[in-house]
């Protein structure tokens, strides 16, 4: 599910930043350059935005401490 809205996300910030710089008479190599790096670091920022609000959601439901490793059960 995270991967899919992360590819969304990383496919619709590629086409508006291209077409923004090439409707700008930007070079194209360089306008996509620019959208490559701009889709690539919203998806970083989207997969961490989603890891820090599984991560506050877990917090919320099971306490502090959900990830302690003293309240993990040994394995036998």
């Known amino acids: 599910m995270v991967t899919a ?7 619709l ?3 508006v930043v291209a077409s923004i710089n090439i409707l700008w ?3 194209s190599y360089v306008a996509c ?3 490559l790096g701009a889709s690539v670091a919203a ?4 997969e961490r935005a ?3 609000w599984s991560h506050r959601e877990m917090v919320r439901l099971h ?3 959900w990830s ?3 309240d993990q059960q040994p394995r036998t």
């Open 33 to 35: 350059g620019l959208a």
């Open 68 to 70: 302690s490793p003293k």
């Open 50 to 52: 989603s890891v820090k």
């Open 13 to 15: 910030t590629f086409i």
């Open 43 to 46: 998806g970083f920022c989207f």
């Open 63 to 65: 306490g502090a401490d």
């Open 25 to 27: 008479d930007m070079n």
């Open 5 to 11: 809205c992360r590819n969304t996300v990383m496919a």
